[in-house]
């Protein structure tokens, strides 16, 4: 039984195809057409997604939209009924796109699908979940715990924006909702909007720029804009606020009670807008932690499972790991909307069709790694660079490891491209730019020459699972990159009293560790486990360069510059190389050296071409 997924029309549309409960394939649309959160119907990666299954439109069984759009539509009318005559500026700009598109939303659905199968009666075939029961699918179904209590957080789907559910075998129950407009989502993203940085789209910047600041303002904000319970539950006073009526996130009584207005973007950071982050993200974490303590307690589940924007807050996740509330919690990699898509496809097989669940294995999860977008074969891979008049070497793959971990161990940026592409925003060793964590100028490198992108974010480390204890104060896998964790103590460099009495971007070139690229000024750092089991290819470049260096740590980033998709395919990662500071290039096991690649000629400048993040 073939199952797709879709989700769309907001942002980060994706398409997720299952077989018989089992993942096939997953991708974003923006992977396929180059935009930035991409929210268009997702056809490439509805393409992709038969394609790598090997059948065509008309053998799906069901097609499941992860969200009910009258519900949504509901909750914009009473929204806007509730606050009026204030909000008329943004009702009328909603509005008509709702009347025109998204109130009528299986026509559309079914019209963008007969482009794929014009003979296919596919409004027979269409069912439409809730979105938080596919945030929650997304989280519990491809995870490794027969039953686990799930809490899935972001800004708002139909009128939910926290759900607590629990799951057993293929049963997934929602038990609690907090409803719009009281989200936690939203109160970070218009911390988001204040910092100066994109909603829905910089989130992770406020997250990085926390620790240079001190939570002062953190008393503040409890005691104004949100009543936190002891449960977790809360409530905004949404006098603060101006998502629900406006067509910004705060308003002037904000910018009072902080004593400034927005940041302007680009501009400046200042130790405000660190402390800003900072107390923010205590905040958020403080809800996490009591919402977690909470549904231990009314649960008594030993596993959590976490889906929904706010899950990607991996600073917050490893707390929860740290609390020791729950034994084990599984964090589902593309926890935003694009995983929406994936947990609808689930929701359905297990809910609406009531098949039984087998979890195969208390190890592995179903996610394969989030390994599941296109993959090149290697005579595939050389067509496509000798069309471009691409020039490169073709290794074994004993030679290529050992060359490239030679590389890296001189300081070598790499543009690594290999595998099947990573779904979910994360780059986890599929279509990575890898550095070496010991390089304390690898971190002013990358951000600066080959990412071009704001030098306060700090890079995530890719470790052998089997010497995670040696390096990192974490007790569990890691394979998303979605828990921190701190250095261990014997791998630090203390500062002494001078360093210490610097504040923030201050700290940023001081070496704090023996991989000072990944050491972020805390000393934490956003770990990826590596396994053989899931990756080979990256674990067999880790264990070369660690019997070069002795470390087995790399930087790993992903392969795009700021406001770019991940590169998805050969040429997209020959245009990027070509672009930026990139000293080489490795797709598949060939290996592309920049000084010898002919003169880039394309008049193109991806500043021109992605609009920044």
């Not at 075998?169 to 940085?197: C, D, Q, V, W």
């Not at 599929?430 to 030098?455: C, H, T, W, Y």
Request: proline share 5%; hydrophobic share 40%; net charge neutral.
């Amino acid at each position: 039984m073939y199952i797709l997924g879709i989700s769309a029309f907001y942002h980060d549309s994706a398409a997720a195809l299952i077989c018989d409960g089992v993942i096939v394939a997953a991708a974003q649309e923006e992977r396929f057409t180059r935009k930035k959160h991409d929210a268009g119907f997702p056809h490439q990666a509805l393409d992709y997604c038969l394609s790598q299954a090997g059948i065509g439109p008309s053998q799906l069984d069901q097609v499941v939209f992860y969200e009910k759009p009258i519900l949504k539509f509901e909750r914009l009318l009473e929204n806007y009924l509730a606050f009026a005559p204030r909000g008329f500026s943004s009702f009328k700009m909603a509005i008509p796109v709702w009347l025109r598109e998204k109130l009528f939303l299986k026509d559309l659905l079914c019209k963008c699908l007969k482009k794929h199968d014009p003979g296919c009666p596919w409004s027979e075939r269409l069912l439409f979940g809730e979105h938080h029961l596919s945030h929650a699918a997304s989280a519990f179904y491809p995870s490794p715990f027969e039953e686990a209590a799930v809490l899935t957080m972001d800004g708002v789907g139909e009128w939910t924006t926290t759900s607590l559910a629990v799951g057993r075998g293929n049963r997934l129950e929602i038990l609690k909702e907090i409803h719009f407009p009281h989200s936690l989502g939203l109160l970070y993203s218009a911390f988001t909007y204040y910092a100066g940085f994109k909603v829905n789209s910089g989130e992770y910047k406020l997250m990085g720029l926390a620790p240079y600041g001190e939570p002062r303002f953190g008393d503040l904000i409890r005691k104004h804009l949100v009543d936190i319970k002891p449960d977790g539950s809360f409530r905004l006073d949404m006098s603060y606020f101006d998502y629900c009526t406006g067509l910004t996130m705060t308003n002037r009584k904000f910018d009072n009670l902080f004593g400034a207005p927005p940041r302007k973007p680009e501009t400046a950071l200042t130790r405000r807008d660190m402390d800003i982050a900072a107390s923010i993200q205590q905040v958020t974490e403080d809800i996490v932690l009591k919402l977690v303590r909470g549904i231990s307690a009314e649960t008594g589940m030993n596993n959590l499972c976490l889906a929904g924007g706010v899950a990607l807050n991996c600073v917050a996740n490893g707390k929860v790991l740290r609390d020791g509330c729950f034994e084990k919690i599984w964090i589902q990699p593309a926890s935003g909307d694009a995983g929406g898509a994936l947990g609808a496809a689930l929701s359905a097989y297990y809910l609406h069709k009531d098949k039984p669940r087998a979890v195969v294995s208390t190890e592995l999860d179903g996610m394969q790694g989030a390994y599941l977008g296109p993959f090149f074969e290697q005579n595939e891979i050389e067509r496509r660079l000798q069309s471009l008049g691409a020039r490169y070497s073709v290794s074994s793959d004993a030679e290529l490891f050992e060359t490239c971990a030679g590389l890296l161990a001189e300081g070598k940026a790499l543009g690594w491209f290999q595998g099947r592409m990573e779904f979910g925003p994360r780059a986890l060793g599929g279509r990575s730019i890898l550095g070496d964590a010991r390089s304390p100028q690898m971190q002013s490198v990358l951000n600066l020459k080959v990412k071009f992108r704001e030098s306060f974010r700090p890079f995530a480390p890719s470790i052998l699972r089997e010497d995670l204890h040696d390096w990192f104060g974490l007790e569990c896998d890691s394979p998303y990159m979605l828990l921190v964790a701190d250095v261990v103590e014997k791998r630090r460099i203390p500062m002494d009293g001078q360093q210490q009495s610097l504040f923030g971007i201050e700290k940023l070139n001081i070496p704090r560790s023996d991989i000072p690229a990944v050491t972020h000024v805390d000393y934490s750092a956003r770990i990826q486990t590596v396994h053989a089991s899931t990756n080979p290819r990256y674990h067999a470049l880790l264990t070369a360069f660690k019997a070069r260096t002795g470390c087995p740590v790399l930087v790993n980033t992903s392969f795009n510059v700021r406001g770019e998709p991940i590169v998805c395919t050969p040429e997209d990662a020959y245009r990027c190389f070509m672009r930026t500071g990139l000293d080489f290039l490795v797709i598949g096991n060939a290996v592309l050296r920049k000084e010898e690649q002919p003169l880039w000629r394309e008049a193109d400048d991806w500043r021109e071409q992605f609009a920044l993040d």
